[in-house]
């Protein structure tokens, strides 16, 4: 980012070590936590296993142990339940994988995670996002059994600086600093994987948005700054809060990062050399919601002793007093007695709209805004070596009535040059025009595939000159051409792509192309299991066939993303660019 100096991302630095202790930290907390509890005067035995966030885990457990001790049964038939410990995001890619599906941030599932009969993740975004990608895992949330806000913390003295407490801050506010500043360092841990993080982007990332109308790029400055220092877990991000009260340690140590209520009052439970302000912001974000997922295709008994369950931590005092001690509210938002909430922290943080019976409602957070945030921030965060094909044939004429009557070429550019924005200049990007009798197969190299560092004035350069042509060319040869270019220079520990820009109109069926069989018996001779290479489409307009293009990237590897309106595009552009999160080998 202009003006500042970027740092390695955390991502990229040391995820090897943090991924091991991350797999180290879940099974040990599943073995201190676990534990299967039967109650006396009742036969047999109805078996449940829970898999709850680690923060709220003792809690449950010591409640579930009560509940189970005073003679819990189903029909007469004894419960036993067994708690563990468990990160969401290693429970979210045992649930996927057993769907067939991927969860962006999720990936492989780890060794010792098994799926669970009741899941209690720490926010309703992972049941959202599941829902997204497997509609056919049809679990059942009963409710929320406890709350805590998401806050923007910040060390007391750059808090104090800023102007806190007297001054209200706003998100416009933070946003300015992390853009602009060259001497504050925002952080986050990897939204994807952490729904804390998630929440946070959430509202910086509207803020950014509107404030794009007066200072065009502040979108693009936000997520590049935050992807400086992105953490693979919660608490490295916490080691990199300032260790001291000089100068010296605040301008080394994070400014800012959005953390959950409980992250704050168990940092500052510990003493540490600098404490955290939490900023309750107006709007408030998405908060952690703690849902109660009961899984599908339980037996009766398992349902209903999930249930029983569910009322008794939902309606229990002695959890509640749990909860407090462990920093986190009750769903109902309020702060009880034993609750070492932060300073300024409100005494009841409102439930969702249509919350009833004392319990927050189902979060609100639009499904689509998760998808856009996730997708900019794989856009950013994601290595990438990658031959951009934009389709200048005659069709890219048509004018688009929703986008003014620019033309589906304009509305195709317009996206490429504000994904390019995003674009850290590690990526590896190469630029190639097709449209008749423009160049040998109908495809002409506008910028070779190279370092961002040295093209990316080339590539907005070429952009900018791109005018569809007086004819249309062969799709499908330049598809296979393009494949061959990228992984004849195919590069390890990158996504290697070619991403296509059309609108697909009669595809395979140009003069001189060559036939679909014939494209996918090429593709599927020339695909190396050690040289993998996807093949992404970005369909414009409404006469796109989706069909033979889907047997493409079935091939390759890949998807078809398609906007049917064309003033769209940007929105699905960046969807395609969040698909590169595998096959780096």
């Not at 790029?217 to 953490?231: F, I, K, P, V, Y």
């Not at 997922?293 to 029983?308: K, S, Y």
């Not at 006469?543 to 940007?570: C, H, K, M, W, Y």
């Amino acid at each position: 980012m202009t003006g500042r100096h970027r740092r390695r991302s955390r991502l990229r630095a040391g995820t090897a070590v943090l991924a091991t202790l991350a797999v180290v930290a879940v099974v040990a907390g599943a073995r201190i936590v676990a534990g299967q509890f039967g109650g006396g005067g009742c036969s047999g035995q109805v078996r449940l296993s829970v898999a709850v966030a680690p923060e709220i885990a003792t809690a449950v457990q010591q409640s579930a142990a009560e509940w189970v001790a005073g003679k819990a049964a189903v029909d007469g038939t004894c419960v036993a339940v067994d708690v563990r410990a468990a990160d969401p995001a290693d429970v979210a890619a045992v649930l996927s994988a057993g769907q067939k599906v991927s969860l962006a941030g999720a990936g492989a599932p780890r060794a010792g995670v098994t799926p669970p009969d009741v899941w209690v993740p720490d926010a309703r975004t992972w049941l959202q996002r599941l829902r997204a990608a497997a509609p056919q895992l049809a679990f059942t949330d009963e409710g929320s059994v406890a709350m805590s806000p998401v806050v923007m913390a910040m060390p007391e003295p750059v808090a104090k600086r800023l102007g806190w407490p007297k001054q209200k801050l706003g998100y416009a506010d933070l946003v300015a600093q992390i853009t602009t500043s060259t001497n504050f360092r925002a952080g986050t841990v990897d939204p994807t994987r952490d729904a804390a993080a998630l929440s946070g982007l959430l509202v910086l990332s509207g803020s950014a948005t509107t404030l794009d109308q007066r200072r065009p790029g502040t979108s693009n400055g936000l997520l590049r700054a935050l992807a400086t220092d992105t953490s693979v877990l919660r608490d490295d991000l916490m080691a990199q809060l300032p260790q001291g009260s000089d100068a010296g340690s605040l301008a080394a140590g994070l400014g800012l990062a959005a953390m959950s209520e409980s992250d704050v009052v168990r940092y500052n439970a510990a003493t540490p050399p600098v404490g955290l302000a939490a900023l309750y912001l107006d709007p408030a974000a998405t908060p952690l919601d703690y849902p109660f997922a009961v899984m599908p295709e339980l037996g009766r008994p398992q349902a209903e002793a999930a249930h029983q369950l569910y009322d008794v931590l939902s309606g229990s005092a002695g959890f509640r007093g749990r909860l407090a001690a462990a920093g986190v509210r009750p769903p109902d938002g309020s702060a009880p007695a034993g609750l070492k909430a932060p300073a300024g922290a409100p005494s009841r943080v409102g439930p969702s709209p249509g919350a009833g019976s004392g319990e927050a409602a189902a979060a609100t957070t639009d499904g689509a805004a998760i998808d856009r945030a996730l997708a900019g921030w794989s856009a950013v965060v994601a290595p990438a070596r990658i031959l951009a094909i934009v389709d200048a044939s005659q069709s890219m004429r048509t004018p688009v009535p929703t986008a003014r009557n620019a033309t589906r070429m304009q509305v195709t550019l317009a996206a490429a040059r504000s994904g390019l924005g995003l674009f850290s200049d590690d990526w590896q990007v190469g630029l190639w025009l097709f449209a008749a009798g423009v160049g040998t197969g109908n495809h002409r190299e506008l910028v070779p595939i190279g370092p961002l560092t040295d093209k990316r004035a080339d590539v907005a350069r070429a952009l900018g000159g791109i005018q569809p042509a007086g004819g249309d060319a062969g799709l499908y040869r330049t598809i296979l051409d393009g494949y061959r270019e990228v992984q004849e220079g195919w590069q390890a520990g990158r996504v290697n792509s070619v991403l296509l820009l059309t609108d697909g109109a009669d595809a395979g069926q140009k003069a001189g192309d060559i036939k679909l069989d014939e494209l996918l018996a090429e593709l599927d001779a020339a695909k190396s299991v050690d040289r993998p290479v996807q093949v992404i489409v970005v369909g414009v307009g409404d006469a796109v066939d989706r069909s033979p293009l889907e047997q493409i990237t079935r091939q390759t590897g890949g998807g078809v993303f398609i906007a049917e309106d064309p003033a769209q595009i940007g929105a699905v552009f960046l969807e395609a660019l969040s698909l590169r999160t595998s096959t780096t080998r």
